[in-house]
C-alpha cells in the first residue's frame, strides 16, 4: 500500500462517521396549497443525521421561556434558542443546509435565509399552537420559511388560517426538510400538536430571512 492512499482511506471513515446533505433536488415534491401558498417537502435531507441532533441537543443553549396567557404567565411547552444573523450556528452542517436552501429558493424569494430559530420538543407535552410566523414582514409579504427536523418524528399540520380541518399533516423528524413558501405565513397556519402517545424528542431548526418571525 502506498502511504499517499492513506489519508483518503481517513477521509472515508470521518466523512461516514458524520452527518452530511443529500442533493436537495432529489425527492423535493412540492404541494400547492389555496391562496399562492405553497409547501416542499424534501425527506431524509440530511443523511447520518442522528450525530447532528445529539450534537444539537448538548451544544445548544436551550432556554425556558414563558409568556403572559390572560392573567397567568406559564411556560412554553418547548425549548428554544434564537440565532440571528451575525451569530455562529451550533453545527457547520447547518451553515451549509441554510446557503444550499438560500442558493435555491433565491430566485422566488429574492434573498437569502439569514436567521435560525432552534425549538427542542422534549416529549409529547412540548408543542406549538396553531399559528402563522407573522411577527415580522411576513405579515405583509410573501416569504420562505424552512424548516429542518431531527430527531423523533412529530405531525406539523397545516390549515387556511381562521380555522378549518387539517389540510396537510406531515411527520418530520431524522433529517426531514419542510419548506412553507408564498403567502403561507399570512394565509394558513401550521402547529405541532401536542401528543399523548410516548413520542422522542425533535429539534427543529427553522431557516427564515431577515426581519421574519
Ligand atoms: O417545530 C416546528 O418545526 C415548527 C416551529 C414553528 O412553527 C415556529 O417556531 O414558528
Ligand atoms: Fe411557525
Given at each position: 500500500m502506498s502511504l499517499t492512499t492513506q489519508p483518503s482511506l481517513l477521509d472515508d471513515v470521518a466523512e461516514d462517521a458524520g452527518p452530511r446533505l443529500g442533493e436537495l433536488t432529489e425527492g423535493l415534491v412540492r404541494h400547492e396549497l389555496s391562496r399562492g401558498a405553497w409547501v416542499d417537502v424534501r425527506p431524509g435531507?440530511?443523511?447520518?443525521?442522528g450525530a447532528l441532533f445529539e450534537h444539537l441537543l448538548t451544544a445548544v443553549p436551550w432556554r425556558a421561556e414563558r409568556r403572559q396567557m390572560y392573567e397567568r404567565e406559564v411556560d412554553v411547552p418547548r425549548l428554544l434558542c434564537f440565532y440571528g444573523e451575525e451569530a455562529l450556528l451550533p453545527h457547520p452542517l447547518l451553515a451549509r443546509a441554510r446557503d444550499a436552501l438560500s442558493a435555491h429558493y433565491l430566485p422566488e424569494l429574492g434573498e437569502p435565509l439569514r436567521t435560525a430559530g432552534l425549538c427542542l420538543y422534549r416529549d409529547g407535552r412540548d408543542g406549538v399552537a396553531w399559528h402563522g410566523d407573522r411577527l415580522g414582514r411576513s405579515s405583509r409579504e410573501d416569504t420562505v420559511v424552512a424548516i429542518l427536523s431531527l430527531g423523533a418524528p412529530r405531525p406539523l399540520v397545516l390549515r387556511p388560517?381562521?380555522?378549518?380541518?387539517?389540510a396537510l399533516r406531515v411527520p418530520v423528524g431524522h433529517g426531514d426538510l419542510l419548506v412553507m413558501g408564498g403567502s403561507c405565513q399570512r394565509t394558513w397556519e401550521h402547529a405541532v400538536p401536542k401528543t399523548s402517545r410516548p413520542v422522542g424528542p425533535r429539534v427543529s431548526v427553522q431557516l427564515r430571512p431577515r426581519g421574519v418571525r
Amino acid at each position: 500500500m502506498s502511504l499517499t492512499t492513506q489519508p483518503s482511506l481517513l477521509d472515508d471513515v470521518a466523512e461516514d462517521a458524520g452527518p452530511r446533505l443529500g442533493e436537495l433536488t432529489e425527492g423535493l415534491v412540492r404541494h400547492e396549497l389555496s391562496r399562492g401558498a405553497w409547501v416542499d417537502v424534501r425527506p431524509g435531507w440530511v443523511e447520518s443525521s442522528g450525530a447532528l441532533f445529539e450534537h444539537l441537543l448538548t451544544a445548544v443553549p436551550w432556554r425556558a421561556e414563558r409568556r403572559q396567557m390572560y392573567e397567568r404567565e406559564v411556560d412554553v411547552p418547548r425549548l428554544l434558542c434564537f440565532y440571528g444573523e451575525e451569530a455562529l450556528l451550533p453545527h457547520p452542517l447547518l451553515a451549509r443546509a441554510r446557503d444550499a436552501l438560500s442558493a435555491h429558493y433565491l430566485p422566488e424569494l429574492g434573498e437569502p435565509l439569514r436567521t435560525a430559530g432552534l425549538c427542542l420538543y422534549r416529549d409529547g407535552r412540548d408543542g406549538v399552537a396553531w399559528h402563522g410566523d407573522r411577527l415580522g414582514r411576513s405579515s405583509r409579504e410573501d416569504t420562505v420559511v424552512a424548516i429542518l427536523s431531527l430527531g423523533a418524528p412529530r405531525p406539523l399540520v397545516l390549515r387556511p388560517r381562521g380555522g378549518g380541518p387539517t389540510a396537510l399533516r406531515v411527520p418530520v423528524g431524522h433529517g426531514d426538510l419542510l419548506v412553507m413558501g408564498g403567502s403561507c405565513q399570512r394565509t394558513w397556519e401550521h402547529a405541532v400538536p401536542k401528543t399523548s402517545r410516548p413520542v422522542g424528542p425533535r429539534v427543529s431548526v427553522q431557516l427564515r430571512p431577515r426581519g421574519v418571525r
